[in-house]
């Protein structure tokens, strides 16, 4: 694997060094000079965070009135540089109470060395998790007079984490309730025709979990997605009856899953963190399950009058709902007086934005409320320039629903305690980019 750094360099806005540290000798000392000329002199910091000067590479962000430079003479994983300087300012906030500026590094340069040995070695990353690295840097930063943020403790009796085993949870864990908290939220992305025809639509969501759990538990989950009970069905040579199934695409996974089993038998089994954390996030693009449907039509009437009539059906079951439902529907900018009638809800004309704006509160499976609005526009002596039309836009958010059609079939604990684990499941649905052309 490419290399992430040969040296970084902690400059404030002047160019002065602060801290830096080289990793590797193919880089000379005077590298941060070149960045200073070539880049900060020129006024160049804002084109672009990548910079190739005299055969060597530089890589820099800018946090708060620090800029991190990172130096590579050779082939680089810029990714990783990258991602590395994110999460080694949000190790240095953890020790210095919140606050990363240029009097945050001047109070506490000696922990930064002592972190910068830990964290990189020989250019590679190293662990950056806070709670591992302050069970053997026990060090205090000077914090920050106006952090409010209480200092964290070290873990005792931590070996498994120090050794990298499961580094995002700590053992001696005690809780009298076990629970665990599953929610599955998804936004709907969405282009529809004036006619009802689907243009574009896809469906992005992801698996938050809240786990307050005793011990060392290894958890189970499995889903209804269709690689995952056809690969079930085999390990069992038996036909799957779980109903109706999907195709997750591009998954990514929290580390605490093992992958190695996924690949194996296609389930999601982990050792959870402690508390809230994000299991994974996916994507679907067929067979997705729309929550309304939205049928507008809207006629101009001379240049001074229009009529708007727009319908919305709500898909989803009878005895479901959705909750802050807000329909945008566009006018022209020369509007000068509304009036409409709704079948449910409020409406009103946002100058602003220039939309009217109904809101329904509670919206309840297959109904379907209409808007009829007549719009008076201002006549001017100016030639009228043909209106765009923007998309009609909406909000919402509908429980126990998934577009996507994602069920949870089951959720296993197992500790060798054995005690009882009691699991709540919930499902939530979104409007992300949810428009219907007028």
């Known amino acids: 694997m490419p290399v992430a750094a040969s040296a970084i360099y902690f400059l404030n806005l002047r160019g002065d060094v602060l801290i830096n540290r080289t990793y590797r000798d193919d880089v000379g000392g005077n590298m941060v000079d ?18 190739q000067i005299g055969g060597c590479s530089f890589f820099y962000m800018r946090i708060s009135n620090v800029y991190i430079v990172i130096v590579v003479s050779s082939n680089a994983n810029v990714a990783c540089a990258f991602k590395f300087v ?47 690295l302050k069970l053997y840097i026990t060090q205090e930063g000077v914090r920050s007079p106006f952090s409010s943020k209480p200092s964290d403790k070290p873990v005792p009796n931590a070996t498994l984490q120090v050794t990298g ?38 469906v992005t969501g992801k698996i938050l979990m809240k786990c307050f759990l005793s011990g060392m538990p290894d958890l189970k989950l499995g889903l209804n997605d269709k690689i995952g009970l056809e690969k079930e069905s085999q390990l069992k040579s ?43 996030k996916y994507r679907i693009t067929e067979g997705v399950n729309l929550p309304f449907r939205v049928l507008p039509t809207i006629k101009e009437l001379g240049r001074t ?15 479901m709902f959705a909750l802050g439902v807000v329909i945008k529907i566009p ?42 609005a007549e719009v008076e526009l201002i006549s001017t002596m100016a030639e009228k320039k043909s209106w765009t039309k923007p998309p009609i836009e909406m909000e919402f958010q509908v429980p126990m629903f998934t577009a996507s059609g994602l069920r949870v079939r089951f959720l296993k604990v197992w500790e060798k305690s054995g005690y009882n684990t009691v699991e709540w499941v919930r499902y939530i649905t ?3 980019s949810y428009e219907i052309r007028c």
């Open 34 to 51: 070149a960045f200073r000329i070539n880049i900060m002199q020129t006024k160049e910091l804002g084109t672009c965070p990548v910079r």
């Open 86 to 132: 994110v999460e080694a300012v949000t190790l240095f906030k953890s020790y210095f109470g919140g606050a990363f500026d240029e009097d945050a590094i001047r109070n506490n340069f000696v922990l930064i060395y002592e972190l910068l040995d830990e964290i990189m070695d020989f250019g590679y990353p190293q662990n950056l998790s806070p709670e591992i």
């Open 165 to 202: 085993a499961v580094g995002w949870r700590r053992e001696g864990l005690v809780y009298k309730k076990n629970e665990v908290f599953l929610d599955i939220v998804e936004s709907v992305n969405l282009l529809m025709s004036s006619k009802g025809s689907v243009l574009r639509c896809d």
């Open 238 to 280: 038996r036909p799957s009856k779980s109903g109706k199934t999907i195709e997750l695409d591009d998954v990514t996974f929290h580390q605490c899953v093992n992958l190695t089993r996924f690949n194996s038998e296609k389930t999601v089994s982990f050792v959870p963190p402690d508390g809230e954390f994000e299991l994974m």
């Open 305 to 319: 009058r229009m009529e708007i009539n727009v319908k919305v059906k709500s898909v989803f079951g009878a005895k």
């Open 331 to 372: 006018v022209p900018k020369q509007t000068a007086k509304t009036s409409f009638q709704v079948t449910s809800g409020r409406a009103k004309y946002n100058a602003a934005i220039d939309c009217l704006v109904w809101k329904i509160r509670k919206f309840p499976g297959q109904t379907e409320p209409t808007l009829s």
């Open 430 to 432: 979104k409007g992300g």
